[in-house]
């Protein structure tokens, strides 16, 4: 499986942004997809993932109420809507695939990354 993300920018703080990811190289909704990110100095930690019909989602406590993980399957395409971002939400955002529950822990297929930097 092959990700590609991109969506990543310079924000000011409050604004909202919205990620992609898309995905190629197997069946798109045999995967559970999710984020993870990492911050300057700081260590890669999960987001949020989403099953493979769309129909669950799972959030890090850090992602709660401001942040929602979406798919399309017809276009094999990861979203995440990030909400009233804050500075420490500046870090590195990498889309991830797995069959399974290792997507919130460690996640088989790892895109490139995005980066997302917000000025206070």
């Known amino acids: 499986v092959q990700l590609q993300a991109s969506g990543g920018g310079l924000v000011q703080a409050g604004v909202s942004l919205r990620l992609s990811c898309a995905a190629s190289g197997d069946t798109f909704s045999d995967y559970y997809m999710g984020w993870f990110r990492q911050a300057p100095g700081k260590e890669r930690e999960y987001v949020a993932a989403?099953?493979?019909?769309?129909?669950?989602?799972y959030y890090a406590d850090s992602a709660k109420g401001r942040f929602t993980i979406s798919r399309d399957n017809a276009k094999s395409t990861v979203y995440l809507q990030m909400n009233t971002l804050k500075p420490e939400d500046t870090a590195v955002y990498y889309c991830?695939?797995?069959?399974?529950?290792?997507?919130?822990?460690?996640?088989?297929?790892w895109g490139q990354g995005t980066l997302v930097t917000v000025s206070s």
């Open positions: 991830t695939a797995d069959q399974g529950a290792a997507i919130v822990v460690n996640p088989d297929y």
């Open positions: 989403i099953s493979g019909s769309g129909s669950s989602t």
